[in-house]
């Protein structure tokens, strides 16, 4: 399959799109992205790779950060890790408080907001100060990237308005679903958000996922096949929120998305994506960058379905 030429198809195809959608401004310096980028990047389990659009440009990557530190979490606490967050879709906007409530501070998932703190509460229980930095070494190790760092201006922002974020961290707190400080919480949480990547890296550092949980470029093992698989079925099933199913009906694959417009996506046993746009339809994920995935699995027959 000649892969580049169907990038450029895509590349054309959504074109008309553009006048579509709103860059995210609940958090001011997210408001300033271009909104006229787009980027799309693959990379194939044997090291084919494939770009188009500004896939060396850095972006926040927001919420697709969850899926390093759901894969670190449950690499160290394997079960043990859904006492503290569960795994079905929540049907909920990503920072909705409702539902925690009445769920006695368990979120449905590691990819909603208050799933993705408790999840990097546990992180914090384990490496105590070192956590982001054991972040930050995990997202190298996988995408096998030196230079990745976080942007302290959108970092700073996220803390200056992260109302919702602070109210989920207490509510949990309140039913001991939190245990370390609320502030490294928070802390830690806001500067994973806003580590910045490209498609390119981004692509690279999902391959893990499509590949039985080990590393296509080196053969090293990360985690096991299970945890491998159930990343892969969560990300399916609640990696864009309440528009999760939306996903799956029109993409058909795993997928993960964040507020700043990038989508992580993986083709199990074949390769992974990533695409960046950062202009969000209104339940906070990339408009064109899905539209982009919808019509690569439309052209290529490459779904999982
Ligand atoms: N930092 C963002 C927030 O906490 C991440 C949300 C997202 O990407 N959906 O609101």
Avoid: W
Avoid at 198 to 211: G, I, V
């Amino acid at each position: 399959m000649n892969y580049q030429s169907i990038l450029n198809e895509i590349q054309n195809e959504i074109k008309p799109l553009f006048k579509q959608g709103q860059v995210a401004n609940y958090i001011p310096a997210l408001a300033k992205a271009n909104p006229n980028d787009f980027a799309m990047s693959l990379i194939t389990l044997d090291g084919e790779e494939y770009n188009i659009g500004s896939y060396e440009k850095k972006f926040s990557i927001q919420s697709i950060s969850k899926v390093f530190t759901f894969t670190l979490a449950l690499k160290n606490y394997s079960k043990e890790l859904y006492k503290r967050v569960g795994h079905e879709p929540s049907g909920d906007p990503f920072n909705s408080l409702v539902q925690l409530e009445y769920e006695n501070g368990i979120p449905r998932n590691p990819f909603i907001n208050a799933g993705a703190i408790a999840t990097t509460d546990t992180l914090l229980s384990l490496y105590k100060d070192d956590t982001f930095k054991k972040v930050l070494e995990f997202i190298k190790e996988t995408s096998m990237q030196d230079d990745i760092i976080f942007n302290e201006n959108i970092y700073h922002s996220e803390l200056e308005h992260g109302f919702r974020n602070l109210a989920l961290i207490n509510l949990m707190k309140s039913f001991k679903n939190i245990k370390n400080n609320t502030e490294d919480v928070i802390q830690t949480y806001f500067k994973q958000c806003s580590i910045m990547m490209n498609t390119k890296q981004l692509a690279k550092s999902m391959l893990y996922l499509a590949n039985h949980g080990i590393n296509p470029k080196n053969n090293e093992r990360l985690i096991n096949e299970s945890q491998a698989k159930r990343i892969n079925s969560l990300m399916l099933t609640c990696g864009h929120y309440d528009a999760s199913g939306d996903f799956a009906y029109r993409v058909g694959l795993p997928g993960k998305s964040g507020v700043g417009g990038g989508i992580v996506a993986i083709v199990p046993k074949k390769m992974a994506i990533s695409v960046y746009s950062p202009k969000l339809n209104e339940k906070g994920n990339s408009l064109i960058g899905t539209k982009a995935l919808e019509l690569f699995t439309t052209k290529t027959g490459l779904s999982i379905f």
